[in-house]
């Protein structure tokens, strides 16, 4: 069975970076599409990014700018980097893979925005 891990989230002030990973056990990786979602306390998940198999790539519209998705097929490996982070960037951060009938989350990583 395909496993997605994500790391790299934390504690981060104001107008910090952070980036996080995601790796997937899988032989072809590079066929999956790959996306980046986050839930908010008492909120909806929502859709943060997405980048395909060909590399392409989608944000939601109010994360354009700062967020940046991008993966390493060689190393099984996407990634979010995340600049200037805001309090309401506070979320768990989690990773889904897709390929054909395989559609796998991770466990998601805390992110914490405070001073």
């Known amino acids: 069975q395909v496993q997605v891990v994500e790391s790299g989230g934390g504690l981060v002030e104001p107008g910090r970076s952070l980036t996080l990973s995601c790796t997937v056990s899988?032989?072809?990786?590079?066929?999956?599409?790959m996306y980046w979602y986050r839930q908010a306390p008492g909120k909806a998940r929502e859709l943060v990014a997405s980048i395909s198999s060909d590399r392409t790539t989608n944000y939601a519209e109010t994360l354009k700018g700062r967020f940046t998705i991008s993966r390493e097929n060689a190393k099984k490996m996407v990634y979010l980097q995340m600049n200037n982070l805001k309090p309401e960037d506070t979320a768990v951060y989690s990773c889904?893979?897709?390929?054909?009938?395989?559609?796998?989350w991770g466990q998601g990583t805390q992110v914490t925005v405070s001073s």
């Open positions: 889904n893979a897709r390929y054909r009938s395989v559609n796998q």
């Open positions: 899988t032989a072809v990786f590079s066929l999956y599409d």
